[in-house]
């Protein structure tokens, strides 16, 4: 389901397709979005493999930036699945196929540090955000805790 789909508002009508530099339209949509709206996009890479779904957004709360993005990848109709968090830089909105793109192949993914839906990690703590951030060669956010 895309961020249209969930569209409860109708802030996003007449987004169809547009350039993320578009600003003709009214809304608030591509490059202001509801929270929201994005968690259960689909994500997909480079090479147009699916790999998975956003099942939340982690906001730091003292920065007001996102921080991570928490994806779900692996399984079956939920079972098996693992979690992971990508650092929101990470992810790119494909406003034409309505879905989230992330540059990082599938095999790179499975291996990286994930958790369980019952048994989620301290986002918070600085040396779990820093393993994160060095795996997918990233930088932490500014202001952040992390």
């Given at each position: 389901?895309n961020?249209e789909?969930?569209?409860?508002?109708g802030?996003?009508?007449?987004?169809n397709?547009?350039?993320?530099?578009?600003h003709?339209s009214?809304g608030p949509?591509?490059?202001?979005m509801?929270?929201?709206?994005?968690?259960?996009?689909?994500?997909y890479?480079a090479?147009d493999?699916d790999?998975?779904?956003?099942k939340?957004?982690?906001?730091?709360t003292?920065?007001?930036?996102?921080?991570?993005a928490v994806?779900?990848?692996?399984g079956?109709l939920?079972?098996?699945?693992?979690?992971?968090?990508?650092p929101w830089?990470?992810?790119?909105?494909?406003?034409?196929?309505?879905?989230f793109?992330?540059d990082?192949?599938?095999?790179?993914?499975?291996s990286?540090p994930?958790?369980?839906?019952d048994?989620?990690p301290d986002?918070?703590?600085p040396?779990?955000?820093r393993?994160?951030?060095a795996y997918y060669?990233?930088?932490p956010?500014?202001?952040?805790r992390?």
């Open positions: 389901m961020y789909d969930r569209d409860t508002y802030m996003y009508k007449g987004h397709g547009i350039a993320a530099d578009d003709s009214a949509g591509p490059r202001l509801g929270a929201d709206t994005l968690i259960g996009n689909d994500v890479n090479e493999e790999l998975g779904d956003i939340e957004i982690m906001l730091d003292q920065s007001g930036q996102v921080a991570y994806l779900s990848f692996g079956f939920g079972m098996g699945e693992k979690l992971f968090a990508v830089s990470l992810l790119r909105l494909d406003t034409v196929n309505k879905r793109v992330l990082v192949d599938k095999d790179r993914l499975s990286a994930g958790f369980d839906k048994d989620w986002m918070q703590d040396t779990w955000g393993d994160i951030h060669e990233t930088k956010i500014q202001d952040s992390f």
